[in-house]
Each structure stands twice: as structure tokens, then as C-alpha cells.
């Protein structure tokens, strides 16, 4: 029982430690990936599937606006969760493939600059599987997607947590809780089409 309650709270640190705040593009910010796919490799280091690699694709039809921004963080600070995946949920910002499945639609892509990079966030609303809705399992509640990719200037990588909880924090931090212990890896990224960054 010991070890049980041990790991538990081992975890819940863990996830806790993954707080992100989420870019609002500024005007400036060019959406220089417009019409690209990114491609590449994700590594599952935990989750629904430990160990495991799979193809990963990104479609981006078109960047997440600053109004929209601000209405999905306005909803999230009022209704939490719930309010911002309804609100994503009339947006489409492009597509979202892991495996070899049709994919999922990315309701928001936002592009950012860091340290000579571009910084690429990605949220959409996940599909849940029949056993969680059906046996209530705590998962159920991780109904968001997110991915994180850092392009250009080395060597392009990123991260994905397939099932996260999203939270509003003091200072319009968006906190990202990752149902799993590590998020996925993302290696070997390419982009095809847009303007590359460079």
C-alpha cells in the first residue's frame, strides 16, 4: 500500500512539473509555416504506449489568430477545460496524424520566435476510447493534445502529450499536465511546403 500511494504522488509531481505558457503571436510574428507539413518520428517514453515509435505528421492550413487566442483564454480562466474545448472546437487550424490513421483536426497551431528558433504549439481535442467513457477511468479527464516543436536553427525536435489536462495558472500560465510520466519525443522533424524557417 506504501509503495502504491509512493508512486502515486512521485507521479503527480512529476506531471505537475510540466507547466507551459502558451505564445500569443504578435503581429510581427509571420506565419512563415503556412501551407507545410512537418514530418518525423514520435517515441512514446511512457503512457498508452511505452517504448513504441510511430510516424508522426503536422498539416498547417493556416496560423491560430491573437483574437482567438484571447477567446480561448478567456474561456479557459472562466469555465477551465470544458470552456476552451468548446470554444477549440470551432476551430480548425490543420491536421494532426500519429500512426498511420487518418489523424485528428489541430484546432490550434500558434508560431513563435525563441532563441533563433520558431517555436510551433499545437492543441486539438483528442479522441477518447470506449473503455475510458464507458468504465469512467481517470484519463477520460485528459481530453486534450498538445505538441510542442522547435524548428530551425540545430537540429528540429519537440515533445507530445497525447492526454493532458489544461489549467489556468496566476499570470496567464497555461499549465499542461501530462496524464502519462514524460511526454513523447519528436525527432527527426521535416518540414515539406511554406516558408521554411531558417
Same mark, same amino acid.
Given at each position: +500500500?506504501?509503495? *502504491?500511494?509512493?508512486?502515486?504522488? !512521485?507521479?503527480?509531481?512529476?506531471?505537475?512539473?510540466? $507547466?507551459?505558457?502558451?505564445?500569443? %503571436?504578435?503581429?510581427?510574428?509571420?506565419?512563415?509555416?503556412? /501551407?507545410?507539413?512537418?514530418?518525423?518520428?514520435?517515441?512514446?517514453?511512457?503512457?498508452?504506449? %511505452?517504448?513504441?515509435?510511430?510516424?508522426?505528421?503536422?498539416?498547417?492550413?493556416?496560423?491560430?489568430?491573437?483574437?482567438?487566442?484571447?477567446?480561448? #483564454?478567456?474561456?479557459?480562466?472562466?469555465?477551465?477545460?470544458?470552456?476552451?474545448?468548446?470554444?477549440?472546437?470551432? +476551430?480548425?487550424?490543420? *491536421?494532426?496524424?500519429?500512426?498511420?490513421?487518418?489523424?485528428?483536426?489541430?484546432?490550434?497551431?500558434?508560431?513563435? &520566435?525563441?532563441? /533563433?528558433?520558431?517555436?510551433?504549439?499545437?492543441?486539438?481535442? @483528442?479522441?477518447?476510447?470506449?473503455?475510458?467513457?464507458?468504465?469512467?477511468?481517470?484519463?477520460?479527464?485528459?481530453? =486534450?493534445?498538445?505538441?510542442? !516543436?522547435?524548428?530551425?536553427? /540545430?537540429?528540429? #525536435?519537440?515533445?507530445?502529450? &497525447?492526454?493532458?489536462?489544461?489549467?489556468? @495558472? #496566476?499570470?496567464?500560465?497555461? #499549465? =499542461?499536465?501530462?496524464? $502519462?510520466?514524460? %511526454?513523447?519525443?519528436? +525527432? $527527426?522533424?521535416?518540414?515539406?511546403? $511554406?516558408?521554411? &524557417?531558417?
Amino acid at each position: +500500500m506504501r509503495t *502504491r500511494k509512493s508512486q502515486k504522488l !512521485m507521479c503527480l509531481a512529476i506531471c505537475l512539473s510540466f $507547466g507551459f505558457l502558451l505564445p500569443v %503571436p504578435a503581429h510581427a510574428q509571420t506565419p512563415n509555416l503556412l /501551407g507545410a507539413s512537418i514530418t518525423g518520428t514520435v517515441y512514446f517514453v511512457g503512457g498508452f504506449r %511505452p517504448s513504441r515509435s510511430r510516424p508522426f505528421t503536422l498539416r498547417v492550413d493556416r496560423i491560430t489568430s491573437p483574437d482567438e487566442v484571447r477567446r480561448l #483564454e478567456d474561456a479557459l480562466r472562466s469555465g477551465g477545460q470544458d470552456a476552451l474545448l468548446r470554444e477549440m472546437s470551432g +476551430m480548425r487550424a490543420g *491536421r494532426i496524424q500519429i500512426g498511420t490513421g487518418v489523424g485528428l483536426t489541430a484546432n490550434v497551431i500558434l508560431t513563435s &520566435p525563441e532563441d /533563433g528558433r520558431t517555436k510551433v504549439t499545437v492543441l486539438y481535442e @483528442r479522441d477518447l476510447r470506449i473503455g475510458e467513457l464507458r468504465y469512467g477511468r481517470r484519463s477520460a479527464d485528459y481530453r =486534450v493534445g498538445y505538441a510542442e !516543436m522547435y524548428l530551425g536553427g /540545430g537540429a528540429n #525536435e519537440g515533445m507530445l502529450i &497525447p492526454a493532458a489536462y489544461v489549467r489556468m @495558472r #496566476e499570470g496567464n500560465v497555461w #499549465e =499542461v499536465e501530462d496524464f $502519462g510520466t514524460f %511526454p513523447a519525443r519528436l +525527432m $527527426g522533424l521535416r518540414i515539406r511546403g $511554406g516558408r521554411v &524557417p531558417r
